[in-house]
């Protein structure tokens, strides 16, 4: 999972958050958009989804390549 991946996923978490103790968001679907906040916020901090395994998505940051010096 990729800087920018995890970043969203946090930004996501905490806007539906808010919108919920804010009550812009009713209670019915409100239970259900904290529950995916906390899967979002939960897979950000773990580095690790298990959707992208199962989906088969590889977003891994590219390492750079330092010289040898060869």
């Not at 806007?15 to 916020?41: E, H, Q, R």
């Not at 580095?47 to 390549?65: A, D, Q, V």
């Amino acid at each position: 999972m990729t800087t920018t991946d995890r970043i969203i996923r946090l930004i996501i978490a905490v806007i539906i958050a808010i919108l919920y103790f804010d009550k812009s968001i009713p209670d019915s679907w409100g239970i259900t958009f904290v529950m995916i906040s906390f899967v979002f916020a939960l897979t950000a901090l773990v580095n690790f989804c298990p959707l992208y395994t199962l989906l088969g998505i590889t977003r891994w940051e590219k390492k750079s390549k330092t010289p040898t010096g060869h």
